[in-house]
């Protein structure tokens, strides 16, 4: 359970996100747009076709961990370790979230409506990760570097360098509650509610045979 939340708000987010019928319509449009991705050749592959299972929470753990680790380096004063770790999480976003999209399309209509919201909270994880990234970019090492007309080199106040690679810290942590709320969700879709989940095989089970399943069996 998340930090702060107790089992009744739990219960409010999950039965929330489950009944948000406003969703049917604009999910009902997506699912034809995005169907003609996942029944071409390349959805095959990114639903997971080639393993035998979907593909999307096995790819979630490259951006999540990276900006889980990049929350890290920032706490350890390492801003360029925690800039390239962020910068890595947004290069395994796209094809994350397209096989996240794939396996959407096939699922009912209630997991569409909390995969809409996972999809929607993690989106807007992902652009503060984006943000943090080009602010971290614009006031990386201790002062801005930057070159007049005449070639002379000069560094911008470190004060106001502070303050940016501060809003980039407060950026990426902002994108990482949202992302791991997004992952809460991720986690009721598929545990919860089933999406993608096919019923464990029992090995060597006995075939079901509905003409002995209809005979009076032995009660001796």
Do not use: C
């Not at 039965?15 to 003609?36: C, F, I, N």
């Amino acid at each position: 359970m998340p930090v702060g939340m107790t089992d009744s708000q739990m219960e409010i987010l999950y039965s929330g996100t489950e009944s948000a019928a406003w969703l049917d319509g604009p999910a009902e449009v997506l699912r034809k747009q995005v169907g003609r991705l996942a029944d071409s050749p390349i959805g095959a592959v990114l639903h997971g076709a080639p393993v035998g299972h979907p593909l999307h929470p096995a790819l979630v753990a490259v951006p999540i961990g990276a900006w889980t680790a990049a929350g890290v380096f920032d706490a350890l004063r390492q801003p360029e370790t925690a800039r390239r770790l962020i910068g890595l999480g947004l290069l395994a976003t796209p094809p994350t979230v397209l096989a996240g999209w794939v396996d959407w399309v096939h699922t009912d209509t209630v997991q569409r409506r909390v995969g809409l919201i996972h999809a929607a909270v993690n989106g807007a994880g992902a652009a503060l990760m984006a943000l943090s990234y080009r602010q971290r970019r614009r006031s990386s090492g201790p002062g801005a570097v930057t070159r007049s007309a005449a070639g002379a080199v000069t560094r911008s106040a470190a004060g106001a360098v502070t303050l940016s690679a501060a809003g980039a810290v407060t950026l990426s942590a902002a994108g990482t509650v949202l992302i791991g709320l997004g992952g809460l969700l991720g986690g009721h879709l598929a545990y919860s509610l089933g999406a993608n989940v096919r019923p464990p095989e029992v090995p060597n089970a006995p075939v079901y045979d509905p003409v002995l399943a209809d005979s009076p069996g032995d009660t001796a």
